[in-house]
């Protein structure tokens, strides 16, 4: 059997069983210590998957704020590695205005 044919729900009750499992015998100090190990290990998959992805299919499209990606007239290419204008982005008094609204929604809110 592949690992590709295993269902995605039975690996996830697997791994919340055995997780319960360890949780239940393991000190507390060697849970912490297999809990960081496992989660830099998924970090590392995640990195390196993600460059794969990146080295297969290409930047893809340039990343816009004003256009959110969708239909970017400053891209020149899709396909290549050229950056977008920097003018587009936007300047950073608007990007502290928007912090200090936010900071005031949030001391409204917690207040």
């Known amino acids: 059997m592949d690992f590709q044919d295993v269902n995605p729900s039975a690996v ?6 055995y997780a319960e499992y360890l949780a239940e015998t393991l000190p507390f100090n060697v849970q912490n210590v297999l809990g960081n190990v496992l989660e830099l290990m ?10 794969q992805q990146y080295f297969e299919g290409g930047p893809g499209r340039c990343f816009s704020a004003k256009y959110r990606n969708v ?3 400053f891209c020149n290419d899709e396909n290549s590695s050229s950056f977008c204008n920097a003018d587009i982005l936007p300047d950073s008094e608007y990007i502290m205005e928007l912090a200090k609204s936010i900071s005031r929604d949030l001391s409204k809110t917690f207040a």
């Open 12 to 17: 996830v009750l697997f791994s919340v069983l």
């Open 42 to 51: 998924g970090q590392v998959l995640l990195a390196y998957n993600a460059q």
């Open 71 to 73: 239909n970017n007239p």
